[in-house]
């Protein structure tokens, strides 16, 4: 009994080690990015924000992150696979009303104005939505 409490006790400490690995290595990427911005070398902030989403593609806020770089960057294609993505993976109504906003801007980007009109007609259902039943 007391072997297989110890078992279970390492296995727990071992997977909070790992977490708190993950967490830092994330920290370090979204600081490394951003300083990359700053620095205007936006092929290393790229790199570091994609580095950062892949490492896990169910994560929305990093996802959601290397998209709006890759739009701001005028990379229209690849974003708008992420925001596919994103959409996928969004946790809250927020997440996917910002998305959709998001679509709509990189559809109007290119062109595309009855899909981004589409968008923000749903980005703004969900925000109507959002505050009719959150009035504060």
Request: charged share 30%; glycine share 0%.
């Amino acid at each position: 009994k007391d072997h297989e409490d110890i078992k279970i006790i390492d296995a727990k400490l071992r997977k909070a080690h790992e977490d708190s690995v993950i967490e830092a290595n994330t920290r370090n990427l979204k600081k490394l990015a951003d300083e990359y911005i700053l620095k205007f070398d936006f092929i290393k902030a790229e790199a570091a924000y994609q580095e950062l989403a892949f490492a896990d593609t169910t994560d929305f806020e990093n996802m959601f992150a290397f998209a709006s770089f890759l739009h701001k960057q005028q990379k229209y294609n690849k974003a708008y696979e992420i925001y596919q993505i994103c959409k996928h993976n969004c946790k809250t109504e927020v997440d996917m009303a910002a998305t959709l906003k998001n679509l709509g801007a990189l559809y109007n980007a290119i062109k595309e104005f009855n899909q981004s009109e589409a968008s923000y007609q749903e980005a703004l259902t969900i925000i109507r939505k959002l505050a009719k039943d959150n009035p504060e």
